[in-house]
């Protein structure tokens, strides 16, 4: 995040940008819209300041840090998870995950493999265990 803040006036004319999400006066979120077109354009070599300045964003109002540092991502992201990877995905990860009450039925099947688990992870222990103990007697 930078450290600059936005000027109320700043924020209204930010939010009329047709490709910002939203904005706050310490924050900017671009449309997914937006950053395809960058990441598209940038490929074609051309620079981060003058695609945003294209469409519409006032670098001197962005600060170039930030534009930088959103350039930055979104080329990493595009380059580790495609297209998918620029995607806003924090409306569907927000919070923690809700756990519905379990029946006891359910929870006693739980225990169950739990315990099933701890059982089979201790027969891999003493097979190893056996095992180190015949490969040191035999050295």
Same mark, same amino acid.
């Given at each position: 995040?930078? #450290?600059? !803040?936005?000027? *109320?006036?700043?924020? @209204? ?14 924050? %900017?979120?671009?449309?997914? *819209?937006? @950053? ?6 940038? *490929?074609? =070599?051309?620079?981060? /300041?003058? !695609?945003? *300045? ?6 001197? !109002?962005?600060? %170039?840090? /930030?534009?930088?540092? &959103? ?8 380059? #580790?998870? =495609? ?26 099947? /739980?225990?169950?493999?739990? #315990? ?5 992870? #201790?027969?891999?222990?003493? @097979? ?5 103990? =015949? &490969?040191? @007697?035999?050295?």
């Amino acid at each position: 995040m930078s #450290n600059k !803040i936005f000027t *109320e006036k700043e924020v @209204k004319l930010l939010s009329q940008n047709k490709y910002v999400k939203k904005v706050s006066m310490k924050a %900017i979120t671009y449309t997914d *819209e937006f @950053k395809r077109i960058f990441i598209s354009e940038n *490929e074609k =070599g051309k620079l981060a /300041r003058d !695609i945003f *300045e294209t469409h519409g964003f006032d670098i001197d !109002i962005l600060g %170039i840090n /930030r534009v930088k540092s &959103a350039s930055k991502r979104w080329r990493k992201a595009y380059k #580790n998870n =495609g297209v998918i990877g620029l995607k806003d995905t924090r409306k569907q990860n927000s919070g923690r995950p809700r756990e519905k009450e379990l029946s006891l039925e359910e929870k006693y099947e /739980r225990l169950k493999a739990q #315990n099933n688990l701890l059982k089979a992870e #201790n027969e891999l222990l003493k @097979k190893l265990d056996m095992i180190e103990r =015949g &490969a040191i @007697k035999k050295k």
